[in-house]
């Protein structure tokens, strides 16, 4: 580290200092000091963001689709993602990649096991709502997940990672 504080102050010097010495002793002098610099130095290279990816269209039988996976892990991922990073995260669920998908919801009679009366399908069956993971269907959930009844956030293994369910109580 010190060598190389050494070795820019000596460069620097040349490139402020020499210059009334000529032109010919300044290119030598800098290729002398070039080549003392270890190979390791390379120039400065701006990092490069990776290119923006935009999301595939949404297809238009959504709701067809969402029959065939309605519940399960990663359903309709790839088109909903971007509007359930802004639906989740403005009703403060922290949701992660994958986790959050369409579904359906039942109404139970109130048990231990069910003390909000609300079953979520997740995962193929059906876990208990409770009233700190129930969020209810408004207006800051973007337009295109008002379509399904509920919604779930929980991981592959349902109801043991179930984090929140949007419901649509409107009927």
């Not at 402020?16 to 120039?43: F, N, R, Y």
């Not at 984090?163 to 009927?171: F, H, S």
Request: charged share 20%.
């Amino acid at each position: 580290m010190l060598r190389k504080l050494a070795l820019t102050f000596l460069l620097l010097a040349i490139f402020v200092v020499m210059p009334a010495h000529g032109q010919e002793s300044l290119d030598k002098s800098t290729s002398d000091i070039l080549k003392l610099m270890p190979h390791t130095l390379k120039p400065f290279t701006p990092i490069q963001p990776p290119p923006i990816q935009m999301p595939e269209p949404v297809p238009k039988n959504l709701l067809e689709l969402a029959d065939e996976c309605l519940g399960k892990y990663q359903c309709l991922h790839k088109w909903l993602h971007p509007s359930y990073s802004v639906a989740f995260a403005r009703i403060g669920c922290h949701c992660y990649s994958g986790r959050c998908r369409p579904t359906t919801y039942k109404t139970v009679e109130v048990t231990d096991e069910y003390p909000m009366g609300i079953a979520i399908w997740a995962n193929d069956r059906w876990c208990p709502v409770t009233a700190h993971t129930l969020r209810r269907n408004d207006s800051r959930i973007p337009e295109i997940l008002r379509q399904f009844k509920a919604h779930v956030c929980a991981g592959v293994n349902g109801c043991e990672e179930f984090e929140c369910a949007i419901l649509d109580t409107r009927g």
